[in-house]
């Protein structure tokens, strides 16, 4: 069979109709092929990003390593709504030991298979945001400088959830949390310097570090692909938006998705060896209001005075993002 | 083989023959003797089929010997005081995971004020996290203890302490017998885990559990510890059969048939004890020695036999529960007939401060006449502590307690000068 060449988009996104492209093009997710490995009757609330995006992640890990595969995970959401034991939804072989440690324990997993000549059996470890870049940042550091042949999955939803919607370093500026409440002259988070893991990740130099988003599924599906044609350690960072911490309506958790990347809030992009190798543009930017305003965390900027100072300080970011990495130009 | 080398030299030979699989370095004096020289076995090609992982942190040592174990190899790291608290959450995680690590801790002070040399008080904060705790006398001890814990370990599926007095043992070069591959094997079967991470049959571990099966967890770890008191006096048998010596066990008494006083310690200041205790029963005092070498499980009957003829115990300890007074001695109390009063406290050498045969055999003495307070820090200079008192009473800006000492002692010292 023969295929033409086409470019075919849905209504407001990139996605390619999964049935016009040839089989082994398909999303992982659309096929027998997926594995289910976090298997349905998990206990996240409805429309949570991070169980979406760990589904894909390790659907197409297991896919990329022919069921091969195990998995460290972080304390955190995806590991309580995930085993409240004696059910476990994971359909492959994981452990969560703490939250600090999920890189450390990946790594001794994998010299464990590395020494009983295993080398087909592969490992991903994973952990929200506060679990990689906080309490476990030192251990993922590690881990990267070793360069241990791990994939690190982070699932960023800018806070801890688990413990109800607390900042983190990866808790954007502004951002209404419990610990940095809407209320005093400059309400929600500080804009602070920031913590860019995924540049710190190439900083290592190790040789696979990209960024996901759960509305662009068959670009994370095929991002977790290229992690693993490599040896070594491979860092990939997807954000996931958290229905319950920013406050949206559970159906509009892939919106919330595809719009952190369309006004440039969060780039999308792949590097090798400390370079960018890719990036995923948009086509039209969105203004970053249309992101903010489905987000109850971002309410007091909108009311009961609407602070554009704000917003215009948000909007500068996003568009910092979009020349740096070049996401309104051309191929 | 018979050697003359260093004690962490003879610790990680005998590691060595255990075959590890994984060893986690992280550099902490006084343990770090043994690390390097594992790496220099690994890298050198004497030692394969193991990987060798220079970690960020002692915490990520612990976190990798998890991710080993619980894959299916045989695991192995070492550390020291400030390391052993670093690593504290990943230490409780290995027991409750029931992970057979074997960890030696080369006893070292915890800081502040950070201080290097040996006590016990780095161990002792660990005592109840679920691992089982073993205590080296010698250096000879000390290498036949990780064969044995390393059996211990796997036939349980619990981790393993081996702890051995920093400096004094880990430092010192002694004549030991090496045993050799041959004999190891023999000793130590092949490494069969009892839950395993494997594609091929995959499983959950570490998930979380609610009060609904909690207690039954720990009731099921504290069960499968204690299964050590049955399994090491039997073992230990078999050691002496196959290697030709006694090592390890639950306790060693000396000279305590007939003792009035039984003085209980753990590790190398047995030696010191023994010394004393020469010397007061050649004066003919009746006094013996208990040398506790597994302190975790917690021995309780066996300690009661031993000391059952006893009048008095003095229990010798190189720790401090701060507010409470001695440690072991609080678990000696718990296996003793007599009257609790009678089991006296003497928190001795803290920090590395020396304890010698005169001051032993003076609180001994004071013990046996009936005028030793329950709890006594041996050789503790009570002029330094008192002038300080004396400051904090004065001042409230008295400022720093240790460097206030440490300006008396150089006072002292100019004056005597
Ligand atoms: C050492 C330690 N500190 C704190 C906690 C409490 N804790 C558990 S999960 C969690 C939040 C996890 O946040 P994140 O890693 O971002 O994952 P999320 O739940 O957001 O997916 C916290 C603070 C813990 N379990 N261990
Ligand atoms: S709190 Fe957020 S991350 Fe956690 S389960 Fe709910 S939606 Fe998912
Ligand atoms: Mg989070």
Not at chain 1, 169 to 196: E, I, L, M
Not at chain 2, 335 to 345: K, L, N, Q
Not at chain 2, 360 to 369: C, G, I
Request: one cysteine or more.
């Amino acid at each position: 069979m023969s295929f033409q060449p086409i470019k075919f988009y849905q209504t407001g996104t990139f996605t390619v109709g999964n049935r016009l492209l040839p089989d082994n093009e398909r999303s992982v997710q659309s096929t027998v092929r997926r594995t289910n490995s976090l298997n349905s009757g998990h206990r996240a609330c409805q429309g949570c990003g991070e169980a979406l995006g760990a589904r894909y992640a390790i659907d197409a890990a297991m896919e990329a390593t022919e069921g091969q595969l195990i998995a460290a995970n972080a304390t955190g959401c995806l590991e309580v709504f995930s085993t409240p034991y004696p059910e476990t939804s994971w359909q492959i072989p994981w452990i969560h030991s703490l939250f600090g440690n999920t890189a450390a324990v990946a790594t001794g997993i994998a010299a464990a298979m590395r020494v009983k000549g295993r080398s087909e059996v592969r490992v991903v470890a994973q952990g929200g945001d506060g679990g990689t870049t906080d309490i476990g940042f030192g251990c993922l550091s590690g881990m990267f400088e070793r360069n241990d042949d791990v994939l690190y999955i982070c699932y960023d939803n800018g806070g801890y959830m688990n413990t109800g919607v607390q900042r983190s370093s990866a808790t954007p500026p502004a951002a209404r949390t419990a610990t940095t409440a809407a209320v005093g002259p400059t309400p929600g988070n500080v804009f602070g310097q920031g913590k860019d893991l995924p540049l710190i990740a190439m900083a290592h130099g190790i040789p696979y570090v990209a960024t996901a988003i759960v509305s662009e599924l068959r670009d994370l599906e095929a991002k977790v692909r290229r992690a693993m044609e490599f040896r070594g350690a491979r860092y990939l960072h997807i954000l996931v938006p958290c229905p319950l911490g920013w406050g949206h309506d559970s159906s509009l958790t892939i919106r919330m998705a595809r719009l952190a990347h369309e006004t440039g809030i969060f780039p999308v992009f792949e590097a090798e060896g400390g370079e960018v190798t890719g990036v995923s543009r948009i086509r039209r930017q969105v203004p970053v209001e249309e992101y903010l305003k489905p987000q109850k965390r971002y309410a007091h900027l909108f009311s009961p005075k609407p602070r554009e100072d704000v917003i215009r300080r948000i909007q500068e970011a996003a568009d910092r993002n979009i020349r740096k990495y070049r996401l309104l130009e051309e191929a | 083989m018979l050697k003359q080398i260093e004690g962490s030299r003879a610790v990680a030979e005998a590691v060595a023959l255990c075959r590890p699989e994984v060893i986690c370095a992280y550099p902490i004096s006084p343990q770090t003797h043994i690390v390097e020289a594992l790496g220099e076995l690994v890298k050198g090609g004497e030692l394969s089929s193991c990987e060798f992982i220079n970690v960020e942190s002692e915490f990520a040592a612990m976190s990798v010997a998890i991710g080993a174990a619980a894959a299916g190899a045989r695991s192995y790291t070492a550390t020291a005081s400030q390391g052993l608290l670093f690593m504290a959450e990943a230490v409780y995680n290995a027991a409750g995971l029931g992970l057979p690590i074997v960890m030696t801790v080369a006893n070292r002070a915890i800081g502040a004020p950070i201080n290097i040399w040996n006590d016990h008080t780095d161990v002792m904060s660990q005592r109840d996290c679920g691992w089982i705790l073993l205590f080296a006398e010698t250096n000879q001890e000390a290498l036949d203890l990780h064969i044995e814990a390393f059996r211990l370990a796997q036939a349980l599926s619990l981790p393993v302490m081996v702890c051995m007095d920093g400096f004094i043992l880990t430092h010192a070069y002694e004549r030991v017998d090496m045993p050799s591959q041959e004999q190891v094997d023999a000793f130590l079967p092949p490494f069969d885990p009892r839950q395993v991470l494997d594609p091929a049959r995959p499983v959950s571990m570490g998930a979380m559990v609610g009060p609904e099966a909690f207690m039954e967890v720990r009731y099921l770890e504290h069960v499968r510890q204690m299964r050590a008191l049955e399994l090491i006096p039997g073992w230990a048998e078999q050691f002496r059969d196959a290697f030709g010596r006694d090592s390890g066990g639950l306790l060693h008494a000396y000279r305590t048939e007939d003792a009035e006083t039984i003085v209980v310690a753990l590790g190398s200041v047995l030696g010191t004890i023994k010394d004393t205790v020469d010397e007061m029963r050649a004066r003919g005092e009746r006094i013996g020695v208990l040398g506790i070498t597994c302190f975790r499980p917690w021995p309780a009957n066996t300690v009661r036999d031993a000391l059952a003829g006893a009048k008095r115990i003095v229990v010798v300890e190189k720790s401090i529960a701060v507010g409470l007074g001695g440690i072991v001695s609080a678990n000696v109390r718990t296996s003793f007939a007599g009257h609790a009063d009678t089991v006296y406290t003497v928190v001795a050498g803290l920090g590395g401060r020396s304890i010698t045969r005169q001051s032993l055999a003076r609180v001994f003495a004071s013990a046996a006449a009936g005028t030793l307070p329950p709890l006594t820090f041996l050789d503790l200079d009570h002029g330094l502590v008192e002038r300080a008192l004396a400051r904090e009473r004065d001042t409230r800006h008295s400022g720093p307690v240790a460097e206030g000492l440490l300006r008396d002692v150089g006072l002292v010292a100019a004056r005597i000068s």
